[in-house]
């Protein structure tokens, strides 16, 4: 644990670390190991067995699954997770395999908590299964939220919500008024995010652009006016 004392301010930022009880916590660190990936390194992939629980501390991480044909396949992106979230609770719960692809983004650095030592020890401590299960309750929120936004807004309220849905950390950030104001997102992955295509995406870009609320950068979007952003969402 001595050696992870410096990520402690940034994971208490997280929402869900930040208030753990201070037994859950400390397990959870006493148990992590630091991993390293570099840019397009692969964590984990779909239909591969449960390794554990993650912290992401430095980078980005990119949840993804594929799309199309055997001839046409292309990634789908779901989300870009930064820090400090924490992810992989789901195949904690049911031992099965993962859903879907975890790739570095950038060069980035985690915790891992291995699988088998968090089953070990949530065995000895069984309350603490709740606060795990608050970690997958807020992400199936959020994805109740999205999937009503992909049936009844239109593309630019959208593509609004979640520029703004990850300046926060996909709701993680203890602050709910700490934003990101960088986020490492290409065009084509927000398009495949939302469900639109990349010429639609384009052009409410560049409205925004035009109105500036945002400056286009390549792979990365900068966030000049929250405010205008929040306003766009409504």
């Known amino acids: 644990m001595p050696a992870l004392d410096h990520h402690l301010p940034l994971l208490r930022t997280g929402r869900w670390f930040g208030g753990l009880p201070p ?17 397009g390194e692969s964590l984990f992939l779909r239909d591969a067995p449960p390794c554990g629980l993650y912290g992401l501390l430095r980078g980005g991480i990119r949840i993804s699954g594929q799309t199309g044909g055997s001839h046409t ?15 992989g609770e789901i195949s904690v719960f049911d031992g099965s395999a993962r859903t879907h692809d975890a790739h570095a983004a950038e060069a980035s650095t985690l915790l891992q908590v291995p699988h088998d030592d ?8 069984p309350t603490h299964w709740r606060d795990l299960a608050v970690l997958m309750a807020d992400k199936l929120r959020l994805a109740f939220v999205s999937m009503e936004e992909q049936t009844v807004l239109p593309a630019p309220q959208r593509l609004a919500r979640r520029l703004l849905t990850m300046a926060q950390g996909y709701g993680q950030a203890a602050d709910t008024d700490r934003t990101h104001r960088v986020l490492s997102v290409t065009q084509e992955q927000l398009a495949l995010m939302i469900g639109i295509s990349r010429q639609t995406t384009n052009q409410i870009l560049r409205d925004f652009k035009t109105r500036g609320v945002l400056r286009l950068q390549r792979g990365s979007i900068e966030l000049l006016d929250v405010a205008a952003l929040r306003v766009e969402c409504e």
């Open 73 to 87: 396949t292309r990634e789908a992106v779901l989300v870009l997770l930064s820090p400090p979230q924490w992810f």
């Open 23 to 39: 037994a859950f916590a400390d397990g959870l660190l006493h148990m992590a190991r630091l991993r390293h990936l570099q840019a």
């Open 118 to 125: 968090l089953l070990a020890w949530l065995e000895r401590h």
